[in-house]
Nanobody, 124 residues
């Protein structure tokens, strides 16, 4: 069973930056996991923001390309989402998902293992 815990959310001005982290367990399996970051606004579906495979292939939603960067540190069982040039429309609860897979079309398909989420608010 995969467990994930997000951290790093907060309030930031438009144009600002935030870095999210997701600590995962079990440690022994982390390097094998594909991972994804999602976000959700109340009343909307949870949407994929970015994903990274075990061999560090990356996927980004069009809305965040060029602004967000997903990465992983297998020595710390953690993966990250660096968010730059933030916009008010990036405001959402951000969730990490561990242990999903990449479809033949190259998109990330989530597992049932979700964190509790971290709030990101972009506002002046």
């Amino acid at each position: 069973q995969v467990q994930v815990v997000e951290s790093g959310g907060g309030l930031v001005l438009p144009g600002g930056s935030l870095n999210l982290s997701c600590l995962c367990s079990p440690e022994s399996m982390f390097s094998l996991y594909h991972m994804g970051w999602y976000r959700q606004i109340p009343g909307n579906r949870r949407e994929l923001v970015a994903a990274i495979s075990s061999d560090e292939r990356r996927f980004y939603a069009d809305s965040v390309k060029g602004r967000f960067t997903i990465s992983r540190d297998n020595t710390k069982n953690t993966f990250f989402l660096e968010m730059n040039s933030l916009k008010p429309e990036d405001t959402a609860v951000y969730y990490c998902n561990g242990g999903g897979y990449f479809s033949g079309a190259g998109s990330y398909v989530p597992s049932t293992y979700w964190g509790r989420g971290t709030q990101v608010t972009v506002s002046s």
